[in-house]
């Protein structure tokens, strides 16, 4: 067979097989996102796990370890879903009295008498205000179905956990074995890279939880001083969600400012408004900037694209695990470039130097 038919072929093998490997990564997408995410837990875990096994059994300090990661949801759930259940039930109850409210202020503008003739806005939010408490009855059997969903998540949330835990139990004999097959040199590389990778995704853990819970502590200072009502589980829902790197504050801003709204308008609303606004900002170049250089030491427009990637591609959860996959990402690079440069150097001829001939004889 001719040189370019042998070449022709080899080239359609190839993109055949490329794209049959593609379609397979896409048919696989859910189980290998639930792969990365239990090597993400159990990296993140591995740092207390370490320093309970110090003074206890190994199997004992992944029990603990992982009781608390189930358990710190419900104590968290315990908070906030009865206070947030009893916000709705009050809302649908005051509602018809905020729309008189807001009819006697229109009563006595001019300006807003004239489009309520025009409009009959008023009448629309009596009209809806009347029909809230059925449409909770709806929103209610809404919520069933969407739990209903949420158990069958169980599933995948259990693999996900069953996975890591055997991640954290084996990976060490893992990572060890594999070293062990390499030559010294490598060995030392590819050990130094993997403690490397798993350090800046224990430190990219350790800053969020610190960056949240900034976070939180602030807002629930400013929501006491404002008396605004279940400051604690808003000030719990604002720190979970600044664990959402670029939209999470934003998110926990706008829920607390409608809730402010209920509570003293416009005064805490104009209030935690421009706090809201300050304080993203002072997150955004201060406290995020050197929490995290400290942490993975990533360049901020890496972190932007990272998560603008992640967040396009996996949504919530790619968002959550952008920036330590590019820390990872990056360390690799790094440790390959200077390997390259390593073998440069070898690879250049060493210099012959020629003899220098002894002085002659006096």
């Known amino acids: 067979m001719p040189a370019s038919y042998r070449t022709i072929v080899r080239v359609v093998v190839v993109v055949v097989l490329t794209a049959f490997l593609l379609l397979l990564l896409w048919q696989l997408r859910g189980p290998i996102s639930w792969i990365v995410i239990a090597v993400f837990i159990a990296v993140a875990l591995a740092g207390p796990v370490n320093l309970l096994s110090r003074r206890m059994r190994r199997g004992w300090a992944i029990l603990i370890c992982y009781a608390a990661l189930v358990l710190l949801p419900v104590a968290i759930g315990s908070l906030m879903i009865p206070p947030l259940v009893s916000g709705v039930n009050d809302l649908a109850q005051d509602l018809p009295g905020y729309v008189a409210d807001v009819q006697d202020f229109v009563s006595e503008n001019e300006r807003l008498r004239e489009l309520e003739r025009d409009y009959q806005v008023l009448d629309r939010l009596r009209e809806q205000a009347a029909e809230l408490p059925q449409r909770l009855g709806g929103a209610a059997q809404t919520l069933g179905n969407l739990g209903l969903g949420l158990v069958n998540s169980v599933f995948a949330l259990v693999t996900i956990l069953i996975m890591s835990v055997f991640l954290v139990s084996s990976g060490p004999g893992w990572i060890k074995a594999l070293i062990r097959l390499q030559s010294p ?14 350090d800046a995704i224990g430190n990219y853990v350790g800053g ?32 979970l969600l600044d664990l959402i790197p670029l939209i999470g504050a934003t998110i926990g801003a ?3 400012g409608l809730v402010t709204v209920f509570n003293d308008f416009p005064a805490d609303t104009i209030i935690w408004v421009v706090w809201s606004i300050i304080y993203q900002q002072l997150e955004n170049t201060v406290i995020q900037p050197q929490i995290q250089k400290r942490a993975v030491q990533v360049h901020p427009f890496v972190v932007l694209v990272a998560v603008l990637f992640g967040s396009t591609l996996f949504g919530v959860g790619g968002a959550l695990l952008a920036i330590p996959i590019a820390a990872s990402i990056q360390i690799v690079i790094r440790e390959w470039w200077l390997w390259r440069h390593e073998q440069r150097e070898l690879d250049q001829p060493m210099p012959v130097t020629m003899p220098v001939p002894p002085p002659p004889p006096v």
């Open 185 to 198: 040199a490598r060995a030392d590389r590819l050990q130094r890279t993997l403690y490397r990778i798993g």
């Open 208 to 239: 969020a939880l610190v960056q949240a819970t900034i976070a939180g502590v602030l807002s629930y200072i400013v929501l006491v001083i404002l008396g605004v009502p279940f400051a604690g589980p808003l000030a719990l829902l604002i720190a």
């Open 254 to 256: 706008v829920i607390v």
